[in-house]
């Protein structure tokens, strides 16, 4: 049997916002309930629906699968004036697409449990409002569906494409690695960041069944490491300082984007007559403002005077 392990730290009751309901990501529904959807003359009771496309069949993967149909921009095809969910109200919660059902919850499978969190896209999930969920671990069993398998805790984990660890060593370095993400130690979340990848990197070049040892003395990442694989600290010193933008319609393709497949260079390849290159001789277009201070030190360099007109360095 396998188990379920809830972040014991997440908060979560639904607010009822519906801002769930009006995202743009795909709602899958699976063949079973779409043919539920189809015996239901819809436009009867709910006129917004009369007439409407329900659901499509889209391409995912190298497959199709069937997605609810959305109106007036993202919002769900399935969502009522009163901010309620008309499938739920007709048909009932076991009748929503599996995914409305545990959003929002995620479940990460794991070799011995499946991990579950939330999807921060969520506001009451942002402003962890409500009971913790730990405290809600029925409800989420009963919405969350297990992966299939059983428990396995001798199996190895491929750490690189070519190494693979033992699993006990291979959680020790995730929590060892999730550590530097710790908020209260300080620092930017690059910097956090990249202490991770150092420990991971340096992971990558001990012996496997080594690993779970060095964690335990603590040879892993020191602050040389992680400095090493820190970001450039100006963008126009980095070795491609440049940005790319592109167009609207190719986000279909960009989603199926796979390294397997050369990853954006296929796309670009692909599109190489229609790629037009622009020349800039400030390097304020390759800014990452990810942090009020990352924009109060743009404005200091970039921008002065009253008409906050653009200048170089």
């Given at each position: 049997?396998?188990?379920?392990?809830?972040?014991?730290?997440?908060?979560f009751?639904?607010?009822?916002?519906?801002?769930c309901c009006?995202?743009?990501?795909?709602v899958?529904?699976d063949?079973?309930?779409?043919a539920?959807?189809?015996?239901?003359?819809?436009?009867?009771?709910?006129p917004?629906?009369?007439?409407?496309q329900?659901y499509k069949?889209?391409?995912?993967?190298?497959?199709t699968?069937?997605?609810?149909?959305?109106?007036?921009g993202?919002?769900c095809v399935f969502l009522d004036?009163?901010?309620?969910?008309?499938?739920?109200?007709k048909l009932?919660f076991a009748a929503k697409?599996q995914?409305?059902?545990q959003?929002?919850?995620?479940a990460?499978p794991?070799?011995?449990?499946?991990?579950?969190?939330?999807?921060?896209?969520?506001k009451?999930i942002?402003?962890?409002?409500?009971?913790?969920?730990?405290d809600?671990?029925?409800?989420?069993r009963l919405?969350?569906p297990?992966?299939?398998g059983?428990?396995n805790?001798?199996?190895?984990?491929?750490?690189?494409p070519?190494?693979?660890v033992?699993?006990p060593?291979?959680?020790?370095?995730?929590?060892?690695?999730a550590?530097?993400?710790?908020p209260s130690?300080?620092?930017?979340?690059?910097?956090?960041?990249a202490g991770?990848?150092?420990t991971?990197e340096k992971a990558?070049?001990i012996e496997?069944?080594?690993l779970?040892?060095a964690?335990h003395?603590?040879?892993?990442?020191?602050?040389?490491?992680a400095?090493?694989?820190?970001?450039?600290?100006r963008?126009?010193?980095a070795?491609?300082?440049?940005?790319f933008l592109?167009?609207?319609?190719?986000?279909?393709?960009?989603?199926?984007?796979?390294?397997?497949?050369?990853?954006l260079?296929?796309?670009?390849?692909?599109?190489?007559n229609?790629?037009?290159e622009?020349?800039?001789d400030?390097?304020?277009?390759?800014?990452?403002?990810?942090?009020?201070?990352?924009y109060?030190a743009?404005k200091?360099?970039?921008?002065?005077?009253?008409e906050?007109?653009?200048?170089s360095?």
């Amino acid at each position: 049997m396998r188990l379920q392990v809830i972040d014991p730290d997440l908060r979560f009751e639904c607010t009822g916002c519906a801002r769930c309901c009006r995202q743009p990501f795909r709602v899958i529904i699976d063949p079973q309930r779409a043919a539920a959807l189809d015996r239901v003359d819809w436009g009867a009771e709910f006129p917004s629906l009369a007439g409407r496309q329900l659901y499509k069949k889209v391409r995912q993967g190298r497959g199709t699968v069937l997605e609810l149909a959305k109106v007036e921009g993202s919002a769900c095809v399935f969502l009522d004036v009163d901010g309620r969910c008309i499938i739920h109200k007709k048909l009932g919660f076991a009748a929503k697409p599996q995914m409305c059902q545990q959003f929002p919850y995620i479940a990460a499978p794991g070799g011995d449990a499946d991990y579950v969190s939330a999807n921060y896209g969520c506001k009451a999930i942002q402003e962890q409002r409500g009971p913790r969920v730990s405290d809600q671990a029925e409800e989420v069993r009963l919405t969350v569906p297990l992966t299939p398998g059983c428990v396995n805790g001798t199996r190895e984990v491929l750490l690189t494409p070519e190494k693979a660890v033992p699993r006990p060593a291979a959680r020790a370095l995730l929590d060892l690695a999730a550590g530097f993400l710790d908020p209260s130690d300080g620092g930017s979340i690059v910097q956090r960041l990249a202490g991770a990848l150092a420990t991971l990197e340096k992971a990558a070049q001990i012996e496997p069944l080594r690993l779970l040892e060095a964690i335990h003395q603590g040879e892993l990442a020191t602050e040389p490491d992680a400095e090493r694989c820190r970001p450039f600290d100006r963008p126009a010193r980095a070795p491609m300082p440049s940005r790319f933008l592109f167009a609207a319609t190719l986000f279909p393709e960009l989603r199926e984007v796979r390294e397997a497949t050369e990853g954006l260079r296929a796309v670009m390849e692909r599109h190489a007559n229609d790629v037009l290159e622009v020349e800039f001789d400030s390097a304020v277009v390759l800014l990452d403002l990810n942090r009020p201070e990352d924009y109060e030190a743009a404005k200091a360099t970039y921008f002065s005077g009253p008409e906050a007109s653009l200048r170089s360095p």
